[in-house]
C-alpha cells in the first residue's frame, strides 16, 4: 500500500495571525554540564509550565524541539482580531515565570535559566500533514521566519522579547515597547522596524519609561545622522547594552538599518 501523498494534508487557508517562539539561552552549554538523563528532565520542568502558558492564551503549540516551542495565535477566525496581543501577554508571562523558576533551577541544577522571544505578525498558512502515518502541523510564510530571526536578534541587544512594526501596532495601547533599531536581514529585501517589549502599562516603572525617552530620541537622531545628538542621549544610558552598541554605532558613524546575519550576528 502506497503512503498517502503529503497533497492531501488538511489544511488551513491562509489567516492573519501571530508567530511566538521560545528558546532556552545557552542550552548547548546545559547539555554540556548535566548527563543526558539530567538533560531531559531539566528540559521537562522548564518546558511544560511554559508550553502551558502558551495554551493559557489561546494558542497552539506548533512545535516543542528540545529547548525551544513554536506557537501561533490566531488560528481561531472567533478570536483572530487579538492574536498579536494574545501573543505578547504569552511572552511577557512565560519570562515572569521563568524569572520564578531560576532560583529553583539555580539551586537545584547550577545553571542559570533565561530564555529569548521572537514574535511576529502577518500572512501564514497552517497545515496538518499526513507524513509516514505520522500527523504534523507545519507553519509556512516569511511571517513565521521573521519571529525565528527575531528571536535570535535578542542576544545582540541583550533583550528578551522583540517584536516587529506589525505587532507593535497591535499592543502599543496596553503594552510598553521600546523601538530598538531598524535592521536589514539577511534574504529579506527591506529594512525591519523592531521593537523591545518591556512591561504593561498598568505597570507603573518610571525610571524605564525615561531610560525608554531618552533612548528613543537618540534613536531618533542617529537615523538623521545626527551624531553628535545621538552621542549625548546614547550615553546617558550606556548601561544598557542596545544604547552601548547604539553608542559604538554613531561614534563610527554607521548609518542604519545594520545588516543582521540569519543567526542573528550583526554583520559589521
Not at 89 to 114: D, R
Request: proline share 3%.
Amino acid at each position: 500500500m502506497k503512503d498517502k501523498p503529503i497533497e492531501n494534508a488538511y489544511h488551513i487557508d491562509n489567516f492573519i495571525g501571530s508567530v511566538l517562539f521560545l528558546d532556552i539561552k545557552n542550552y548547548l552549554g546545559v547539555s554540556d554540564i548535566l548527563t543526558p538523563a539530567e538533560t531531559y528532565h531539566f528540559t521537562q520542568k522548564v518546558m511544560r509550565p511554559l508550553a502551558d502558558i502558551v495554551l493559557r492564551h489561546e494558542g497552539h503549540i506548533c512545535q516543542i524541539q528540545g529547548d525551544a516551542i513554536i506557537a501561533i495565535f490566531g488560528h481561531h477566525v472567533q478570536t483572530q482580531n487579538d492574536h498579536a496581543k494574545r501573543a505578547a501577554f504569552c511572552a511577557l508571562e512565560q519570562q515572569a515565570m521563568i524569572g520564578e523558576m531560576n532560583p529553583v533551577t539555580i539551586k537545584h541544577y547550577k545553571i542559570p535559566l533565561a530564555a529569548r522571544n521572537g514574535i511576529c505578525s502577518g500572512l501564514l498558512f497552517a497545515a496538518f500533514s499526513d507524513v509516514s502515518g505520522k500527523i504534523e502541523y507545519t507553519l509556512a510564510g516569511k511571517t513565521i521566519n521573521i519571529a525565528s530571526r527575531l528571536q535570535k536578534i535578542n542576544k545582540c541587544y541583550d533583550t528578551n522579547i522583540l517584536i516587529d512594526a506589525s505587532v507593535n501596532t497591535y499592543i502599543k495601547d496596553e503594552i510598553v515597547t521600546r523601538r530598538l533599531d531598524a535592521v536589514h536581514l539577511e534574504g529579506c529585501s527591506s529594512s525591519l522596524d523592531i521593537y523591545e517589549v518591556l512591561f504593561l502599562h498598568s505597570d507603573q516603572q518610571p525610571e524605564t519609561m525615561q531610560q525608554k525617552a531618552t533612548y528613543e530620541q537618540g534613536l531618533e537622531y542617529y537615523f538623521q545622522e545626527n551624531w553628535d545628538e545621538a552621542i549625548r542621549c546614547f550615553s546617558q544610558i550606556s548601561e544598557d547594552k542596545a544604547s552601548y552598541l547604539m553608542l559604538e554605532r554613531c561614534k563610527k558613524r554607521i548609518a542604519a538599518p545594520v545588516r543582521i546575519f540569519s543567526d542573528g550576528e550583526v554583520i559589521k
